[in-house]
């Protein structure tokens, strides 16, 4: 199989710009060329952003330049499923920790960074979309969001851990790829993010370790869905990217020698990017793949 159109350079130059932001902050490095528009049929029906959350997002991150969109709909997505979720706190109330509304803040917090978006409630409301959104751009940008240099730091004083700032913005890389990123595929990456820096361990499927086909099927089946354990077996399940089909986030990418020496499988997350368990003495990691030694791309689902 050749080389997908999704190997393909950006057009827009803003996005190649954020894209690459994005990945120096979760620790990818330079990324490889991102894809252009998605194309193909979606692996699950609903979206991970409900109608109108990316456009939300977008206008709200536009009140602080240099602030990714896609961080505001990562970190919506991790809260409250963008507001859908009907845990405790999300649409009133709180939850145990004290948190509100769909972006969920903290009272205090809250209240020092307030802000009434276009539309939104008055006086602003953690409760209503529109000032939660604009508060956490509000938020993000005091912390430094704004400058490459101070992103990654920004989303870890929004929750103090590791692997909600990894999953936050490798699932921001997807979106700024794909704003369209469905439910399934968010789990998987998320799923992935959350297990960057455990270590290769052949024939592991975690928690402990991975290998590269325990960490695919490990994250896919958070999705519902059954992989067979090893890399060959997996490309020859597909379904296939066909050539001429954009590689869109969460599609398994392969290496190998052929269609039939596959010995390398990772999770594609955009511009380049991968999440991949690469080889003994190394962890999971989100680095650019190897497009030499490229073999195909599956789409499970």
């Not at 120096?24 to 609903?46: D, K, L, N, Y």
């Amino acid at each position: 199989m050749g080389k997908l159109v999704g190997l393909c350079a950006l057009v827009v130059a803003v996005l190649v710009l954020g894209v690459a932001t994005l990945a120096a902050a979760v620790g990818g490095g330079t990324p490889a060329p991102a894809g252009g528009p998605v194309t193909g049929p979606r692996s699950a029906p609903e979206p991970a952003l409900p109608a109108g959350w990316a456009a939300l997002d977008q206008a709200a991150a536009a009140t602080c330049p240099g602030l990714p969109w896609s961080v505001l709909a990562a970190i919506g997505t991790v809260e409250s499923d963008s507001g859908r979720s009907t845990a405790p706190g999300v649409a009133s109330g709180a939850n145990p920790a004290g948190a509100e509304g769909p972006m969920q803040f903290e009272p205090a917090t809250f209240a020092a960074y307030a802000t009434v978006g276009p539309g939104g409630a008055t006086p602003a409301s953690p409760y209503d979309a529109v000032d939660a959104v604009y508060t956490a751009a509000a938020l993000l940008c005091a912390d430094g969001a704004g400058s490459a240099g101070g992103l990654r730091a920004a989303v870890f004083a929004y929750n103090h851990a590791d692997v909600y700032v990894d999953t936050v913005l490798t699932l921001s890389l997807a979106f700024a790829v794909d704003p369209a990123v469905d439910g399934a595929v968010a789990a998987v990456l998320a799923f992935a993010a959350g297990a960057l820096g455990a270590p290769y361990l052949w024939g592991g499927d975690g928690p402990g370790g991975f290998d590269c086909s325990g960490l695919s099927r490990a994250a896919y089946a958070t999705a519902g869905v059954v992989l067979p354990r090893v890399a060959q077996g997996q490309f020859d399940a597909g379904p296939p990217v066909l050539d001429g089909t954009t590689v869109r986030p969460g599609d398994l990418v392969y290496f190998g020698s052929g269609p039939t020496g596959v010995d390398h499988v990772g999770i594609y997350v955009g511009s380049g990017l991968m999440v991949d368990a690469p080889h003994s003495g190394a962890v999971v990691r989100l680095e650019p793949a190897d497009w030499a030694g490229f073999v195909g791309a599956t789409r499970p689902g």
